[in-house]
């Protein structure tokens, strides 16, 4: 079955950097779009940022410049390097895939169980 596992999540004082990684197994990880969303407390889920089977990429206006997202094929990775980390970016973030259709931020297939990242001020 199609497994998409998080980590690299944590505790980050405000202007520092994380890097998120999500392995997947269970589905041939090359042809499918990954995304990353988020979940503050008492929030709707968000897009974050996404990049396709062929490597291009869009993200959300708020992260536009600071966070970026890239895949190993190979390790059938997908990471989201976050630099100049503001507490408002404290969420929990999740990975997902879409294998056809959608557009970046809706059409997910499998979601991740999420990390939890806190930005304190």
């Known amino acids: 079955q199609v497994q998409l596992v998080e980590s690299g999540g944590g505790l980050v004082q405000a202007g520092g950097s994380l890097r998120l990684s999500c392995a997947a197994s269970g589905l041939i990880f090359s042809r499918y779009r990954m995304g990353w969303f988020r979940q503050a407390p008492g929030k709707e889920r968000e897009f974050v940022a996404a990049i396709t089977s062929g490597g291009s990429t869009n993200y959300a206006d708020s992260v536009k410049g600071r966070f970026t997202i890239s895949r190993d094929n190979a390790m059938s990775t997908v990471y989201l390097q976050m630099d100049s980390l503001k507490p408002e970016d404290t969420a929990v973030y999740y990975c997902?895939?879409?294998?056809?259709?959608?557009?970046?931020?809706?059409?997910?297939?499998?979601w991740g169980q999420g990390t939890q990242v806190t930005v304190s001020s």
């Open positions: 997902a895939a879409a294998r056809n259709g959608g557009s970046w931020s809706v059409g997910y297939d499998y």
